[in-house]
Structure formats: C-alpha cells, structure tokens
C-alpha cells in the first residue's frame, strides 16, 4: 500500500518526504481545493520548490484541484489545471465533472484521480468517472465498512485509495451542504467546512466557553472543558430530551487495527488528512503508518499494531480520541 | 411552469404512502417522483407497487418518475438500484453517479437529482450528451449561479429548482435516528417510522437547526421560493419541486399554482414546521 501524505506547506512537505511518505498532496492558494485556509498552500514557486524537493528524493506528488467552480469563475479552475500540468506532477485529484471534462481533453496523458469530494462510494459510480475521464485512481468517502472496501475495491475499474488517519467526515463528501447551510461557504462552494472567518469564541463570566458559527451556537463548555474548534457536526445539540453529540464526537479516524484488512481487500493507497495540520503533525503521522506498513509487508500474518505508534497518533488526535469510523459497524 | 412532488423522504407506511399519493392524484401537481432516496431498509413499497403507483398516477394525468437511492454503499444496493432502471417504465431521477451511468449505459434518457452536482455548464453539457433530460438545481447555489446556467443550458434540458420544503443537506453511512434512541444501525428498529417528518436537532440555546431523518441530515427550516416564482419563470426554470411533508402538501401545491397563475397567493409560513428560509437563493448562508 502506497502512503499519501498532506502537505499545507513546504516544512510539512519535507516532513511528510523525510519521514517516508510514498506520495504528498498539495493544493493551490485559493478555492480549487478543499483546504482554502489563511497562510495554507502553495504558490508557483513553492510548488516549484516543492516538487523539486519530493521528486530528488523519488516521492510523489498530487494536487488536490477538488472543489466545484460555477459558471462565473470556472477559468480559475482551469488555469489550476494547467498549472498542474505545467508542473509535470504524478497526479491530479479532481471532484468535478466539468473539471475533469476539461483535464481529459486538454491534457489527456494527465493521471487523473477521482476525490472523495466526487461522492462515488460503489462501483457503478467509479465506472462512471473511469469511462469518461480515464481516472486511475479514486480516494471513497469515509463511509464505508470494511467488508463494502472490499467489495468495491474488487469490483472496481480503477484502483482504490482509502483514508488511513486523521479527522473525520461523519457525512458523505461532496455531499455535505451543512456549513454552507449555516454560513454559506462549502467544502464544494469555498474548499473549507466552518470556515474561520464565522467562528467566535466567546469565554462567559462563570469561565464557561461558548462556540459559535455564523451566530448558531455549536457547543458550550464549563470551565475547565478543553473547548474545539466549532466544526458544526461535532457539537453538542438537543434532540429529543438529550443533549449530546447529536452527528459526530471530535475523534479522529485511526485504521491501525484494521491495516491487515485493508491490505487483503486489495486498497492500493492509504491516504492522511490534514493539510491544514502542522508539520509536526505530519512527522508523527507519516512516521508512525510508514512504520505500521512496513511491519505489515514484512509480517502481514503476525501484524499487530504497537502501543507506541496508538499513544503518538492519539496525541495527534482530535480531542485524543480515535476511532474506526465506519470501517467498523458498530460505529455506524 | 409546471410543478413536480419530490420523492418522499420521510419513513412512512404503507397506508400513510397511499393516502398521500391519493391527495396527490387530485392534485395540480404535474410531475410526481416515486421510490426511496434515503434508506435502503424502508419498505413501505416494493418496486413493482410503486411502479403500480407511479401507473395510477399517470392515469390521473401525472407524468411519473422513479428516483433512485443518493447513498449506495452495499453491492445489494447498488443490485437494487440497477433492477429500478432496469424496469422502471417510467423515467428515472439518478440520485448519484452510479445510477446515471448504468441509465446512460443502456441509453436511457434520465434526470438527475439535487444531490448530483451538477455546478457549472460544462457538467450539464457532460450529463445531456449522456441523456439527461431534466437536472435538479443544487440546493446550495444561488439565484445568480441559476441565471448563468441557464444562458448556457444545452437544448432539450429542463431546469427544476426545489422550490419548497426541509432541503436534504447531507448523507451520512450512520443512522442519526437510530444514535438518538442509543441503538446500532443494524437493530434501528425502524424508528424513522416514529418521525413522519424527522427529529429536530436544536442549539443548546433551542434554535431549531437541523432535522435527523435516518442517515439524512436536512435544514430545520423550510426552504421557501414562493416569492421568486415569477423570476423563476424570466430565469425559464420549467419545473417546482415541492418536498412532501405530513400534513398541507396539496395546500402548498395549491399556492404554487396560484403564484405561476399570477393569483393571490395564501401566506405559506404556518404551513412550515418551524419558520422559512431563502438564504442560499440570495447567495447568503442557506438558513437565513
């Protein structure tokens, strides 16, 4: 299994090298990718830089082109295209029918990857993005079990890349309009969920904490409560008589416990989340799956996951928690 | 204009279905989409009684349409969905790209749903060379992006905008319904059955936000157009779509065809839940 890395930066790029991923992923500055944050991403140059960097040391690079344009500004997602094209990279990550209507026709040699920002969680819909668009590769929404990877993968056109570590989309991607609902900016429309911009945080007099998006109150803490980021499927809401985590806890997705299965149901790549993280984070992360990988290829009867590596990737968690989202049904 | 009634995303049973599909019948509905778009394990309707449905319908002067589930995980749904447009007699609304394939594959012509996005010309263009003949507007676009499409829609596409009702926000593998009665998805026991339009899901402050409706998150408030009818019509959007709610769906069909008739339209607020919403039309966040 390949190991693709996030990258927000040129330090996390080299982290995620030095630290043995087989592949980095990489956005440009602006909204053609989902992680359209301040001070995130790379500029000509710095892609330039970064390339070179990754490419000397024979590792990969995508780039995520994985937002949806609409008619008034669709030649800002062509000239990201072209700009990837230009660069000579290993991949394109494309959500977009029309982006990837347009890839194929202009640079039809491009490898083209499908985003789990496409939604395509069977194997009819990755016939449909193999048969118009010649994709190689399509990263599944983090919604599937274990048992329905498997199915897909050996059903599928192309082959298939799955998320290994990191936050976690409780809801399909792509298909998910509930920030732009309460802000109205989209992972699809802006390339950010809960954007920083809607967000107030709000310390009340009894040292309680109040988050909060656009005004819609995501969750209260009382002192002393390490208060989140508001990301608003993972507050804490009344239904019925209850107040809990109505959607989603803050966790994040671990699959250490699931690698062996992962691994025989044929996934050819193991994506991390979290351009947006530091290159701390992307140390840690790419250190401890390269390791985990490794421990499995050598070893796939005898693989256990080490103490060691569960410890350094809870620290690295959201809220220290981790899960194994859907894989695992019982999550479901 | 015409108006359509969007699939039934709400769990209801069989008498409940039918009643419904009776005051529709009667309705100034034009168009009506049949099947289940959100949960494989409500049956209420088999395939062949909702195509026997979808044939009474058309004898009371409906054009019918049959729409296919938006979230295919297992290899038996994805069975499931081949078999509706495999014997469908009656156009199929694609709800994913599954569906529009194995349709285009066959050469059948074929809609698409809200939940296929569909966000700039060249993906519509894509999709009618394929054989798509009506899209639904995404639900999360604004007026400004509607006009745009439409000055470079290919011929023969209809534009449908959903005009009225919760809007489906999201699709999730997790049954929320099932989370807020602290049972696994696997033994739901059916509880979307206890929730005729969903749950609502409010702020700690008691906003009313969103609406759990099984592994469906939708708004709380109900979108509203009703007031951009006659734009719509300058826009050439050809279709409404109404969203089936428990109670006042003909009322509000009823309303929608006094708006596009130019006639006093009744005030539709009491007829929503808990308050309207048209935040995404004006290009603002969608609840406001």
Known sequence: ?????????????????????????????????????????????????????????????????????????????REAVDRAAGLNVDALILADMGVMDYARERWPELNLHLSVQASATNPDALAFYHRHFGIRRAVLPRVLSVKQVAQVAANSPVDVEVFGFGSLCV????????????????????????PGAHVKYREN?????????????????????????????????????????????????????????????GVKALKVEGRQRSPAYVTEVTR?????????????????????????????SEGAQTTLGAYHRSWQ | MKISVGPVLYYWPEDQLRAFYDEIAASAADIVYLGETVCSKRRSLNLSQWIEL??????????????????IEAASEQSAMRRICDDSPFLVEASEQGAIDYLAQAGKHFASGPSVNIYNPRSLQLLAKLGLKRWVFPLELSRKTLAAMQQERPDGVETEVFAWGRMPLAYAARCFTARAHDLPKDDCQL???????????RTREDEAFLCLNGI???????????????????LGVDVLRISPQPRHTGRIIQAFRAAIDDEPVPALEPMAAVGTCDGYWRGEAGMQ
């Open chain 2, 191 to 201: 509880r979307c059955l206890d929730y005729s339009q969903g749950q609502v899901l």
């Open chain 2, 54 to 71: 979808g044939r009474k319908l058309q004898d009371a002067g409906k054009e019918v349409v049959l729409s296919t589930l938006t979230l």
């Open chain 1, 288 to 316: 401890v799956l390269r390791a985990a990988i490794d421990a499995l290829n050598a070893d796939p009867e005898g693989f256990r996951p080490q103490g060691e590596w569960m410890a350094a990737l809870q620290k690295v």
């Open chain 1, 1 to 77: 299994m390949e190991l693709v890395c996030p990258a927000g930066n040129l330090p996390s790029l080299k982290a995620a090298v030095e630290n043995g991923a087989d592949a980095v992923y990489i956005g440009f500055r602006d909204d053609t990718n989902a992680r359209h944050f301040a001070g995130l991403n790379f500029n000509d140059k710095r892609a330039h830089d970064a390339l070179a960097y990754a490419r000397s040391r024979g590792v990969k690079v995508f780039v995520a082109i994985n937002t949806f344009p609409q008619p008034d500004n669709f030649g800002r997602w």
């Open chain 2, 216 to 234: 469906q998150t939708q708004s709380a408030k109900t979108c509203n157009l009703i007031g951009e009818v006659a734009d719509m019509r300058e």
């Open chain 1, 205 to 265: 007099l009894d040292g309680s904490m109040d988050t909060r998006l656009n005004g819609v109150l995501i969750d209260h803490y009382e002192a002393g409560e390490n208060a989140g980021y508001p990301t608003l499927c993972k507050g804490r809401f009344r239904v019925g008589g209850n107040i809990y985590y109505a959607i989603e806890e803050p966790t994040s997705l671990n699959t250490l416990d699931v690698l062996p299965e992962l691994r025989a149901a």
């Open chain 1, 171 to 194: 809801m399909v991607e792509g298909r998910c309009l509930l920030s732009s609902y309460a802000t109205g900016q989209s992972p699809n429309t802006f390339g950010a969920c809960s």
